[in-house]
Every structure is written in C-alpha cells, then in structure tokens.
C-alpha cells in the first residue's frame, strides 16, 4: 500500500470498463485534495461544460487514511453545475476506509451510462448495474434497496443521490452512508448528469501494517491525544450544535434571512435542547473514535390511535442553522422534520435552507408572488417548508427549478439581490465579521472550513488589512495539507505539522515527511491555477448588501474594511494564476 505513486481506477461509465492507472506525483501533491486537483488537470476538459459526458467526477483518499485515526474523510472533485468551474467537497462516513480496503487512492468516473446504473468497485470487482428501478426514489428508499443488493456489511460504502441529483439541482449532494455527504457545490447533480445514481465500493481487499514497536506506539499516542482531550468532549458530546447557543449571545447567529443576529427564542434549537429532548445515539465515520455524529429522531403519525413511525435524522450545526434560525424556525423536532425531507431529496442542506429564506423575503417584500412560490412562505412554519423542499428538489416549476441553480441566479431574474445571503454558494452559519465573510466569498470551496475566517473574527478587534489575508492564505495552505491526508478537520488541533511529519515517517512516506511546508504551498497553488483555469475571477465576486448591514457583539460591519479585504485577497489569488503562466 505504501507507493510513491497514486494507484487510480478510471471507469468509462459508457463500456462500464475500467483501467488501473499508475499516477506520479505522491511527493508533490500527496493526496486528498492535491490529488483531486491532479486528476482534474489530467482528465478534464476546463473549455467544456460542467455536464459533458468527458467531465471526470474524481473520489480520492490521502497517504494515511486507514493508518491513523481521524484520517477518515474523502475528497471528490468535479466541475461544479453551480459555477461551471472546478470544485471539490468532502465527506466521511465508510468511503475512505473502503477505497483504502479496494487499494485505490483514486477513483475516476468518465463518460456517461446509457441507462441509470449502479457501479460497483472492488479490489477484485468492477461492476456496472443497470438501475432504472431505483431512479426516481429517494436517498432513504434507494439505500435500503442497495445495502440488501450489496453484501458486505460495515466493509461497504454506498454513495448515491436522491431526486434533486436526478433533476441536476445544482444543491444537490451526494449521501454517502446515511448520514454523511458530499454536500456542496452540486456534486450529486454531477453524477445525475453521468446516470450514476449510486456508487458502491466494497473494501474486500487487506494489507500488512508496518513492522515494529514505533508504529503502534505512535498510533497509540496519536489515539489518546485525539480522546483524552476537550476535543471529545466538545465534538462526542453536545457536537458542532453547542455553537447555536454561543453565536447568538455574540450576535453572530443568522436568523430570517440574515436579517438579525440573535434572537431570544434560540433555546428551542440549542445543542443542550436537542441533546436532552431529542438525540437518540451518537455514530462515527470509519477510522474515528470521536463519535461526533449525532443522530436524533423524526416521527410521522401514520395511524389516528396515536402510533408513529420513527425515521433517524443526524444533526450539525449547519443543518441547525439552515433549517432552524435562517428560517425562523425554534422547535428541534420541527428542524429535524425538515431535515428529514431534505436528507430524502438528497438536497444540500446549508444551500437549500439559505435559498428558502430567501424566497421567503422575497415573497414578504413583494419580489415574487404564491404564483412562483407555490406555498405562502412564512417564517416559523416548517410544514410549509418542508413542501418547498420537495418544490425545489423536483424544481416543480421555473421558479424552482432556478432556485435549485442557485439563490443568486433567482434573485438576479426575480430582483432581491441585495438580501440574498451568497458567499460564492449560500452562507454558513456564521455572522462573525468581516473576514469570515471574504473568506467564504472568496475561498477554493466558498467553505467556512476553507480557513478559520470566523475565528479570526472572532479573536481579533483590529482591522489590520493586510494581517487578515496573510492569516487566510497560511491558514487555507496548512488545511490543503490536512484535506490532502486526508484527515478530518475536526483534528487539526491534534494533527500538528509535527506530528503529520511522524505519522508519514511511521509509515513510510520520509520525503512528503521532510517537505510538509514546501508540499502545502504546492497544494494550494495547484487548487487555485486549477480553478482559475475554469473560469473563476476573484475580481468578479461580489457580496451582497444584506452582509454590510449586519450588526454583530463588535458593531455594525465595517463596509470599507470588507471592502479592502475583498481586493487585496483578490489579488493574492490572481498571483497563482500568474505564477502559473509563469
């Protein structure tokens, strides 16, 4: 397993036939994100459109994944249906530990199927299923068709799309596992385009763990670092939803629309609230002992003498926020029905919620009319949304249907683009400031994890221009590292440049080991000239009037500082686009 070189599986979707490639470039890119970026270079066609048939979608692991805990995410990348240029988003759940097992470091989908298909890779296996009985159901009615179909129990990864995929939403995400996804940036809509509705690869595959005592007592150390300290506490225990409670104190919750910043009904939807009313079990990706997913529970009436039938939900803060305070929304059983809709419809949950409130001010202010919307959009009424959910997965009419390509897009047709709350994809859940804002607009994947802009926010009061975007660059190359490991970023309090450099030693890879800082500055440099080279234009982004109106713990937002970062992060991204003509 331990190679200087990526052994990649590149499946034509249109023979259902595959070829194992040797790539090089192990020292240079390491993996993850570095590889993803890679594959893309070599199989894409940058001047094509996002869903021509010749368009790779692109699943790739790191040099640790299976060897240290918490190397435990995937990353896939594709052109985007959302801006048509390159993205990447990641996911956990079991589809690391199953390409380790399958002994790829990559898998790559070309062409197109002829009919909606179900592809099936192994160690030993390749296999292309015709599966027009399960297009058209949703995530939960696919998955417990294809777990009976597919043996292989906790081995075993199934990705697959629901209905927002088919209809090539530009929010639609890739489920992987039940409870884990590929959420942003359309990624579901790519396989829609390929009719792949679900991918399953199956870790049937071994392989020996180093000889020696250093190994295991490194893994060991690694172990009780990751488990012995707050982190367990904060992520095992109440999770990312304790957040809820902690912004909006701080003035940093979005609530309707961005329209406020705090609100005093928010102990309906706390993390304390949902944990001590609501939560079921915790569960945790392959390869982690943390355990931070939380999974509460969603129940429908199904007979008048009071008998229910129970469904399993997970919860974040992002889906709290999303489908809870962005939508007025302050009952946790009522963010958990919706929740539950949109994880049926395979939507991402941040876009789908952030696109929702905004149709609702839209139809408040007059924008549109029940006539696009269908239903009387209201703030607070999660039944009502929980159609609209369904509306917009489906893309019912034209108003949907360019929703699902984006808020911006609607709001450029419709008018009411001065609230719609983008950050090149709709917002996170933070309304921390001025430089979580530019990172996000301006990020690789406009992710709040592309750098710690909220926390920069949050831990400094000056307006030091120049201080922030320095901050911003370093940070993004330290984390392009760690997604190219590809470790959750959950642990990068843990998994320190120093202890990254033992872990690859440990295992085998000296070089990468002795080069982390000069292999970071080349990760990220290879992501943005990949992503420059399809089109995007930091100079071009824009952020809409709605951020410079919001008041936060420090005051109202300062437009001109915003302003000044956009710029000068502007032209720190161009500079790798020149460094590459270079």
Request: with cysteine.
């Given at each position: 397993m331990i190679r200087d070189y990526f052994r990649v599986l590149?499946?034509?979707?249109?023979?259902?036939?595959?070829?194992?490639?040797?790539?090089?470039?192990?020292?240079?890119?390491?993996?993850?994100?570095?590889?993803?970026?890679?594959?893309?270079s070599k199989y894409a066609k940058a001047d094509r459109p996002w869903d021509d048939p010749e368009q790779p979608v692109i699943f790739a692991i790191g040099p640790l994944t299976g060897y240290f805990p918490l190397m435990s995410k995937t990353v896939a990348a594709f052109k985007s249906p959302y801006h048509d240029q390159y993205?990447?988003?990641?996911?956990?759940?079991?589809?690391?530990?199953?390409?380790?097992?399958?002994?790829?470091?990559?898998?790559?989908?070309?062409?197109?199927?002829?009919?909606?298909?179900?592809?099936?890779?192994?160690?030993?296996?390749?296999?292309?299923?015709?599966?027009?009985?399960?297009?058209?159901l949703d995530v939960q009615e696919s998955g417990k068709l294809l777990r009976r179909m597919f043996q292989g129990s906790g081995h075993r990864s199934i990705l697959r799309i629901g209905p927002a995929g088919e209809h090539k939403s530009a929010m639609a995400g890739i489920n992987v596992d039940t409870y884990r996804h590929f959420g942003r940036l359309g990624g579901g809509a790519a396989l829609g385009a390929k009719n792949l509705k679900a991918i399953v690869i199956i870790g049937d595959g071994s392989f020996p763990l180093m000889e020696g005592k250093d190994y295991p007592k490194l893994f060991e150390a690694v172990h009780q670092k990751l488990t012995g300290t707050d982190m367990m506490q904060k992520y095992h225990n109440l999770g990312t939803p304790v957040n809820m409670a902690i912004l909006n104190e701080q003035k940093a919750l979005p609530w309707r629309n961005l329209q406020a910043?705090?609100?005093?009904?928010?102990?309906?939807?706390?993390?304390?609230?949902?944990?001590?009313?609501?939560?079921?079990?915790?569960?945790?990706?392959?390869?982690?002992?943390?355990?931070?997913?939380?999974?509460?529970?969603?129940r429908e009436k199904f007979h008048a003498d009071y008998r229910y039938f129970y469904r399993q939900v997970s919860y974040d803060h992002e889906p709290i926020f999303a489908t809870g305070s962005m939508l007025g929304v302050t009952d946790c059983f009522a963010v958990l029905d919706i929740l539950d809709v949109?994880?049926?419809?395979?939507?991402?949950?941040?876009?789908?919620?952030?696109?929702?409130?905004?149709?609702?001010?839209?139809?408040?202010?007059?924008?549109?009319?029940?006539?696009?919307?269908?239903?009387?959009?209201?703030?607070?009424?999660?039944?009502?949304?929980?159609?609209?959910?369904?509306?917009?997965?489906?893309?019912?009419?034209?108003?949907?249907?360019?929703?699902?390509?984006?808020?911006?897009?609607?709001?450029?047709?419709?008018?009411?683009?001065?609230?719609?709350?983008?950050?090149?994809?709709?917002?996170?859940?933070?309304?921390?400031?001025?430089?979580?804002?530019?990172?996000?607009?301006?990020?690789?994947?406009?992710?709040?994890?592309?750098?710690?802009?909220?926390?920069?926010?949050?831990?400094?009061?000056?307006?030091d221009v120049g201080r922030a975007v320095d901050f911003l660059i370093s940070d993004e190359a330290s984390r392009a590292f760690l997604t190219s490991m590809v470790a959750c970023l959950f642990a990068r309090g843990v998994y320190t440049e120093e202890l990254l450099a033992e872990c690859l030693k440990a295992v085998g890879y000296g070089v990468l080991a002795d080069s982390i800082d000069a292999v970071s500055h080349n990760i990220q440099k290879l992501r943005w000239q990949t992503r420059l080279k399809t089109g995007f234009?930091?100079?071009?982004?824009?952020?809409?009037?709605?951020?410079?109106?919001?008041?936060?713990?420090?005051?109202?937002?300062?437009?001109?500082?915003?302003?000044?970062?956009?710029?000068?992060?502007?032209?720190?991204?161009?500079?790798?686009?020149?460094?590459?003509?270079?």
């Open positions: 590149v499946v034509d979707l249109s023979t259902g036939k595959g070829k194992v490639a040797n790539v090089p470039g192990r020292d240079e890119v390491a993996g993850g994100s570095g590889l993803g970026a890679l594959l893309f993205a990447e988003s990641h996911a956990g759940g079991r589809s690391a530990l199953a390409l380790r097992f399958a002994d790829l470091d990559a898998l790559v989908l070309m062409g197109r199927a002829s009919s909606p298909s179900a592809l099936v890779v192994g160690s030993r296996h390749l296999e292309l299923k015709e599966a027009h009985y399960i297009w058209g910043t705090q609100d005093d009904n928010v102990h309906g939807i706390t993390g304390e609230r949902f944990a001590e009313t609501a939560l079921l079990r915790n569960a945790a990706c392959a390869g982690c002992p943390v355990g931070c997913i939380h999974i509460g529970f969603s949109v994880e049926q419809m395979g939507l991402d949950v941040m876009s789908a919620g952030v696109a929702l409130a905004w149709a609702t001010e839209a139809l408040e202010k007059g924008v549109v009319t029940e006539k696009e919307t269908l239903l009387p959009l209201k703030f607070g009424q999660h039944l009502t949304y929980i159609e609209a959910v369904r509306h917009l997965a489906f893309g019912v009419n034209d108003f949907y249907r360019l929703l699902g390509q984006g808020t911006l897009k609607a709001a450029t047709h419709y008018g009411g683009a001065d609230f719609a709350c983008v950050l090149g994809q709709e917002m996170a859940g933070y309304a921390t400031g001025e430089v979580f804002f530019v990172s996000q607009a301006m990020g690789l994947r406009h992710s709040h994890l592309d750098s710690a802009g909220y926390s920069y926010d949050q831990t400094h009061k000056d307006k234009n930091p100079v071009n982004v824009s952020i809409p009037k709605r951020f410079k109106e919001v008041t936060t713990w420090k005051g109202k937002l300062d437009g001109a500082f915003l302003t000044s970062l956009k710029e000068r992060y502007a032209q720190r991204i161009l500079e790798y686009g020149v460094a590459a003509q270079g």
